[in-house]
């Protein structure tokens, strides 16, 4: 849950409440793609500086180390040995990324590792798999990554289908969560109207702990 406390001009200072912890925002968050920070930085040195939330990558930790292993070990926190909240992202942006070995359509994204060059298929089920495999505190709905020089008739169509995609999330969310082995999950929009929340749709999030998943 998110709370508002005080705003200045078009700056806002608040505090984001997750099953992991309260992140004081706005906030910086230190990038561990793999699990792992670059630079032999543990986690007891992120506890040390006082990192809030640290970032994963929804792609790189599917094609290494693999996010049904990662699953078995009992989720990312474990397998990190980190108990503060994680955010994983959806792909989305590694998709935009390897341009040159990845075809967009309206089912999802084929592409190719950039590991060993396999054939991979990534939608909105399958992001969203993906991550609750990996347990993470915080998911990323799968969005389409369009270039910043694509033309206005392009985003337009790019927004549209990024909307499309997360319905698609919040359904596979609710498939997931009434599995026997899953808690429910409480689902909620960003207040709004539809257009509203559809110029919303590349930034909004789910919050996922141990497959209990919500839509903030």
Not at 104 to 116: A, L, N, P, R
Not at 151 to 174: F, G, I, P, Q
Request: charged share 20%.
């Amino acid at each position: 849950m998110y709370k508002l406390l005080t705003k200045d001009g078009m700056a806002k200072r608040g505090e984001f409440e997750t099953v992991h912890g309260t992140i004081q925002t706005p906030v910086f968050m230190n990038v561990g793609t793999v699990g792992a920070i670059k630079g032999a930085v543990s986690t007891d040195d992120l506890r040390t500086i006082g990192t809030q939330v640290e970032l994963s990558n929804t792609y790189h930790l599917h094609v290494r180390t693999g996010d049904k292993l990662i699953k078995q070990f009992g989720g990312l926190h474990k397998f990190m040995g980190w108990d503060k909240p994680i955010l994983t992202d959806s792909g989305g942006f590694q998709v935009f990324s390897l341009s040159g070995l990845r075809k967009i359509k309206e089912e999802g994204v084929y592409f190719q590792s950039h590991i060993d060059g396999h054939h991979i298929f990534m939608g909105p089920e399958e992001s969203m798999q993906i991550q609750s495999n990996l347990a993470s505190t915080i998911a990323m709905a799968f969005d389409e990554c369009p270039s910043s020089v694509a033309d206005r008739e392009y985003m337009v169509h790019s927004v549209a289908r990024t909307t499309r995609w997360l319905k698609r999330c919040k359904a596979e969310m609710n498939r997931l969560n009434s599995l026997e082995e899953s808690a429910l999950m409480s689902t909620r929009f960003p207040s709004g109207s539809s257009a509203e929340i559809a110029n919303v749709a590349h930034m909004t999030s789910t919050s996922t702990h141990d497959k209990n998943l919500n839509f903030l």
